[in-house]
T-cell receptor, first 115, second 113 residues
Framework: DSGVTQTPKHLITATGQRVTLRCSPRSGDLSVYWYQQSLDQGLQFLIQYYNGEERAKGNILERFSAQQFPDLHSELNLSSLELGDSALYFC??????????????FGPGTRLTVL | GENVEQHPSTLSVQEGDSAVIKCTYSDSASNYFPWYKQELGKGPQLIIDIRSNVGEKKDQRIAVTLNKTAKHFSLHITETQPEDSAVYFCAAADTGTASKLTFGTGTRLQVTL
């Protein structure tokens, strides 16, 4: 158990809908990361937050947004869902915002299925 | 941006044999190289990492080597056991301003009895 929690574990929804994925980082970690894992794209970095502020952005679609709250939990919002958004979404956390001694620990993931 | 290539995509070894997985990266600014193990239905688990100031690191049956000149790094697992069966991912990051990881495409390791 990495100490990172994600809810829900599974999510099934329809095209055009909006969903929210939630992540709680390990105790003491200030950074939260979101990654998408799909069969065709592999593990892709979406976005990083550090202490409430956006730190880095990857290939995140404009239909997706995220935020980190004062208690450091994070939410990833996915809107106008398409079939291709079906994937595993992982949250990871680390103590710092940058630096080579900033190991990332992953949560168990949320499996999103768009029908 | 960074690009990480990983080989082989699948690897089958007999219990007790060694397994080697290789990765190359493109961005010379990358300075942090973790390896993750992912079991079915679970999130990636950090098993070992190496930073650009060292060439080799070992933790029991697992070792990682880094060649910065050639921009490649490798994972070595010795005395493999059935519980080593999983998908392994290498990753690279330039941790100067952020810590986003660029992952390889994964290696499915199967350890047979």
């Amino acid at each position: 158990d990495s100490g990172v929690t994600q809810t829900p574990k599974h999510l099934i929804t329809a095209t055009g809908q909006r969903v929210t994925l939630r992540c709680s980082p390990r105790s003491g970690d200030l950074s939260v990361y979101w990654y998408q894992q799909s069969l065709d794209q592999g593990l892709q970095f979406l976005i990083q937050y550090y202490n409430g502020e956006e730190r880095a952005k990857g290939n995140i679609l404009e239909r997706f947004s995220a935020q980190q709250f004062p208690d450091l939990h994070s939410e990833l919002n996915l809107s106008s869902l398409e079939l291709g958004d079906s994937a595993l979404y992982f949250c990871a956390s680390s103590p710092l915002g940058r630096g080579p001694y900033n190991e990332q620990f992953f949560g168990p993931g949320t499996r999103l299925t768009v029908l | 941006g960074e690009n990480v290539e990983q080989h082989p995509s699948t690897l089958s070894v007999q219990e007790g044999d060694s397994a080697v997985i290789k990765c190359t990266y493109s961005d010379s600014a990358s300075n942090y190289f973790p390896w993750y193990k992912q079991e079915l239905g679970k999130g990636p688990q950090l098993i070992i990492d190496i930073r650009s100031n060292v060439g080799e690191k070992k933790d029991q049956r697992i070792a990682v080597t880094l060649n910065k000149t050639a921009k490649h790094f490798s994972l070595h697992i010795t005395e493999t056991q059935p519980e080593d069966s999983a998908v392994y991912f290498c990753a690279a990051a330039d941790t100067g301003t952020a810590s986003k990881l660029t992952f390889g495409t994964g290696t499915r390791l199967q350890v047979t009895l």
